[in-house]
């Protein structure tokens, strides 16, 4: 049998692996993400959503309904990685990969798509949420399938990065809780950078995050505040880093071996 | 054909313990092969480098002729293990344990699925398949671990101290496993602080103390060893050459000190009986230190401190 089948096989096994457990606890995985963003959805779209009346051309939940969407794919593909990868390495297990002939390029692309499958499931489950409370159309559908695999993909290995540095359960929420959710809230979700002064829309574009939600938001309602060839361009770049920064803390066995 | 050759391995960890201090060591294909040492001499250093999941500091290491600086996945496609504690998933059913760690050596589903169930059979494990792995007793845990070793049918399998808190039968019917796993074919080689399991079991043995090898023989050449005691008799004129003694070998240190090998259940008296005839009186005597003695000595205390408390 040849290499490469063996290592797909290898590949094949962590992403059933990865995916089966995302299912098995549903509960932790699928049900806390669907009812935060059915309160997003009421609170802000529906009752406050009302009052605000419209932002950047679009009714208030039509505006935040994207950004949402987005947001449950980043820290979903995040979050799976990171308590997964961390998971195995505090249980061990994750010896079980060491050991064998699995390349490292195989393990790697095994627990990214197991964070990208979970990204991408909670991100459809949220939508069907908002469509709920507002029409949600695909304006443009190859944007849309671009943006949402390289967000995933981007979160899944900032979340392994995540995962080799943390020694103790707490390190893994303190990336999420202190960097990626504020950073989500400033990345435009429920307002347009439009509406912010000068230095602070300045700021603003740093954020990789407001690219990200833009484009989203562009491959559904047709509109962006940013220019959407540089936000490609821009997640393109931070995907790469991170692969290569993740390939090489797996390869050296950095946190892993001693 | 060696399965294994290790060549100047040697460990510092970051704390600066040196685990192994360039060790040499080669085992035979088809071999049952003992490291045997106390704990804290660097057995599970030396198997965590073997499997990889330790960084040596220096020295190379052949498995089947496959180098592991340059043929990391051939290498590694050769070795299963067995590590000296639990590592698997505790959340994990028994047998996706098994059939995963086969997808990770590129065996589909499909083709594992039969295999997992003939080791999980053979190790009694079967009417466990579909539980947690956490369910199982300590003694299941490490079968579970040794079917896990298996699946991917390695020329070589490595147990790291598999017999440790294990209750005499348990190990004996793992021991029986191992011998026919054996007699099949695959080369084994464990680690153990019990000299009785690798007298029992192994071919092969070499003592590890303090990160160095200090003794490889064939279990019997060093079961001979052991069971020999040397006497060092201080006489009170002085000789000129080395008297004849019937039945046993003496040595001169110089002239009037001998040095005489003698088998423990062998008396002494015959000796002296003999010696006093041809006229030479001993002053004293006194054993000499024996190195390998002294530390299964050392090895059997630790062994005591063992089961009164943890394990290192
Ligand atoms: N991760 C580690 N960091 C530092 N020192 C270690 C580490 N692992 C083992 N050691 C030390 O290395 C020596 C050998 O340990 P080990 O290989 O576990 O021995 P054994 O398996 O024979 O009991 C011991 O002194 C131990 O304390
Ligand atoms: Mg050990």
Same mark, same amino acid.
């Given at each position: 049998m040849s290499r490469r089948r063996q290592n797909m096989v290898g590949l094949y096994t962590i992403v059933h692996k990865e995916l089966t457990r995302v299912l098995r606890i549903w509960i932790q995985t699928l049900v806390p993400p669907a009812i935060t963003m059915s309160l997003y959805f009421v609170i802000f779209g529906q009752l406050i959503g009302r009052r605000v009346g419209e932002m950047g051309g679009l009714d208030f939940m039509a505006w935040i309904a994207p950004g949402l969407i987005i947001m449950a794919v980043i820290q979903n593909s995040y979050g799976n990685v990171v308590s997964s990868f961390f998971g195995a390495k505090f249980g061990r297990h994750i010896e079980e990969m060491m050991v064998s002939p699995l390349p490292t390029s195989m393990i790697l692309a095994g627990y990214v798509i197991g964070g990208m499958g979970r990204g991408l499931l909670v991100g459809l489950l949220v939508a069907l949420i908002a469509s709920l409370f507002v029409p949600l159309q695909v304006a443009n559908p190859l944007v849309m399938a671009a943006v949402v695999l390289l967000t995933s993909a981007t979160f899944s290995l900032a979340g392994l990065i995540n995962a080799v540095f943390a020694k103790k359960f707490d390190d893994i929420s303190i990336i999420p809780t202190f960097i990626l959710t504020p950073l989500t809230y400033l990345g435009g979700v429920f307002y347009?950078?439009?509406?912010?002064?000068g230095p602070w829309r300045e700021l603003s574009l740093f954020n990789p995050i407001l690219y990200m939600v833009n484009l989203f938001r562009y491959s559904i309602f047709g509109v962006s505040d940013v220019r959407l060839d540089i936000a490609f361009v821009i997640i393109l770049a931070m995907l790469i880093v991170l692969y290569i920064l993740a390939f090489y803390l797996l390869k050296r066995g950095i946190g892993l071996r001693a | 054909m060696k399965a294994l050759s290790i060549r100047q391995l040697s460990k510092r960890y970051p704390?600066? $313990?040196? !685990?192994?201090?360039g060790i040499d060591l080669d085992v035979e294909e088809g071999d049952f092969f003992a490291l045997l040492g106390p704990n804290g001499a660097g057995k599970t250093t030396a198997i965590g480098i073997l499997t990889s999941l330790v960084n040596k500091t220096g020295g190379q290491i052949e498995v089947f002729g496959h180098n592991m600086d340059r043929e990391l996945e051939a290498a590694k496609a050769c070795i299963g293990v067995v590590p000296q504690e639990v590592n698997f998933n505790?959340?994990?059913k028994v047998c996706d344990i098994v059939v995963n760690q086969a997808g990770y050596y590129g065996i589909s589903r499909r083709q594992a699925l039969p295999r997992a169930e003939r080791y999980l059979k053979q190790l009694d494990l079967w009417e466990k398949? +579909?539980?947690?792995?956490?369910?199982?007793s300590g003694g299941m845990k490490r079968r579970l671990m040794i079917a896990r070793a298996l699946v991917h049918e390695p020329r070589l399998l490595i147990l790291d101290?598999?017999? !440790?808190? $294990?209750?005499i039968e348990i190990r004996r019917s793992m021991w029986e496993f191992l011998r026919e796993i054996n007699a099949q074919g695959t080369t084994i080689i464990l680690t153990t602080h019990y000299l009785e399991e690798a007298e029992n079991l192994c071919r092969n043995i070499a003592i590890i103390d303090h990160g160095q090898i200090i003794e490889k023989a064939s279990t019997r050449r060093l079961l001979d060893k052991l069971s020999t005691e040397t006497f060092i008799l201080n006489l009170q004129t002085a000789l000129r050459e080395v008297p004849e003694v019937d039945g046993y070998q003496l040595n001169m240190v110089d002239e009037t000190c001998i040095e005489v090998e003698i088998h423990r +259940?062998?008396?002494?008296n015959a000796l002296f009986q003999q010696l006093s005839d041809a006229g030479i009186q001993v002053a004293s005597m006194r054993n000499k230190v024996n190195r390998l003695e002294e530390l299964f000595v050392r090895m059997v205390h630790g062994g005591r401190n063992d089961r009164a408390g943890g394990e290192s």
């Open positions: 347009t950078v439009e509406l912010l002064p | 704390n600066g $313990v040196e !685990a192994l201090k505790q959340f994990e398949r +579909d539980s947690p792995s956490r369910n199982l101290e598999p017999t !440790a808190g $294990v209750d +259940d062998r008396s002494i």
